[in-house]
């Protein structure tokens, strides 16, 4: 079976890039199309990767600001035709679901992993907001915002089969895209995190400072509990954060890699205010035996079991938070259980998933 995995961009690492990196391990011959290729930038193991960026990889600055560039890459996709393939296995949140798997005498069987229907479309008002969009950019942009639509909907529709990563996602690529998805949550490393019995009197967030990941939220929350809270993570809202902080409020920038499952392994509890499409971090810190106070939506609730591995806060406001946090205090959390769950996102459960989802579709396709 010939597999070619398709990618969005590989200009910065993200959980997108995780995934894709447990995609070539398990396709390790399967070339990756992408529509733009930073090796400079990118993880020199990339180096050994058959990768091959479409045309757009010429275009001028596209690796920093890739952004202007939204209205070329249906084009950029539109002219890949992966037909020669058995399998072309998307991995996608932009527009990557638009490579042809088809021609006048051939088709591949096209699978796309979505971790996101594509958000600067779908959800346009929320992206023009976190990007600080003026009213005047905002009104220029609808025609295209309008047309990438169309373009993003007529390419789901030519997708064999949708794997979603979360409930949230599901939902959305139904909504979106009128299509139905199975679901299988994205792999989650756990093997570097152990529970300790020496736990901190502190609580933890590991997060990019960026607008939409709503630290803000929960800093206000402890300036007002007066709780200690250890903000482990850096990004473009650092500043504005910092000024937001009281003296209980400690923000360490960013952290190396190495020591984050000792931080998380240590924390109270994680704090996990935003709404997120899945969210890793939650799983590592109960791989860690660390329950999560977590904002009751997106993956959240695929990931934390209320009153077991966590508590939930209903509303995104400071009060909910508060609410939370006390009864959270005034709760028992078993490590074992958290344990427990986060091992049901070990890699190789996602990895045995896809692959059985992967034949099983390919061998009713030969049938």
């Known amino acids: 079976m010939e597999v070619a995995l398709v990618h969005d961009w590989l200009n910065q690492l993200g959980g997108a890039e995780a995934v894709l990196e447990t995609l070539v391990q398990l396709y390790p011959r399967a070339p990756i199309y992408t529509s733009i290729y930073w090796r400079d930038e990118m993880p020199p193991r990339y180096l050994d990767w058959d990768i091959r960026p479409t045309w757009l990889n010429h275009a001028p600055g596209i690796y920093q600001h ?41 088709a591949a069987l096209h699978i796309c992993y979505c971790l996101a229907p594509t958000r600067y479309v779908w959800a346009f008002d929320e992206y023009a907001n976190s990007e600080g969009f003026n009213a005047a950019t905002r009104l220029a942009m609808r025609p295209l915002i309008a047309a990438l639509k169309r373009w993003d909907y007529a390419a789901a529709q030519k997708v064999d089969h949708f794997i979603a990563i979360s409930r949230e996602i599901q939902q959305r690529i139904k909504r979106f895209y009128h299509r139905d998805a199975d679901v299988i949550h994205p792999p989650v490393d756990i093997t570097r995190y152990q529970p300790q019995t020496d736990v901190g009197d502190y609580y933890l967030i590991v997060s990019r400072l960026i607008p939409y990941k709503r630290i803000d939220l929960a800093i206000e929350a402890f300036n007002e509990l007066g709780l200690p809270l250890v903000i482990a993570g850096s990004g473009r809202d650092q500043a504005r954060l910092a000024k937001l902080a009281r003296p209980n409020v400690r923000l360490l920038g960013r952290v190396p890699d190495a020591d984050l499952p000792d931080l998380l392994a240590r924390c109270r509890a994680l704090i996990f205010p935003g709404h997120e499409d899945f969210g ?78 992967i034949q099983e579709k390919y061998a009713a396709r030969k049938a």
């Open 280 to 357: 890793i971090t939650p799983v590592e810190a109960q791989a860690a035996g660390r329950p999560v106070i977590a904002f009751g939506a997106g993956g959240a609730l695929d990931t934390v079991l209320d009153g077991e591995t966590g508590v939930f806060f209903a509303e995104p406001t400071v009060e909910a938070l508060i609410d939370a946090v006390q009864r959270f205090n005034r709760s028992r959390f078993d490590p074992r259980v958290a344990r427990a769950n986060a091992e049901t996102f070990r890699t190789e459960v996602f990895t045995e998933k896809l692959t059985r989802f």
């Open 66 to 106: 890739h952004q202007p560039y939204l209205a070329l890459y249906p084009a950029a996709w539109s002219s890949l035709n992966l037909s020669q393939y058995d399998v072309v296995l998307s991995n996608k949140s932009g527009f990557c679901h638009g490579v042809h798997a088809q021609n006048s005498r051939r």
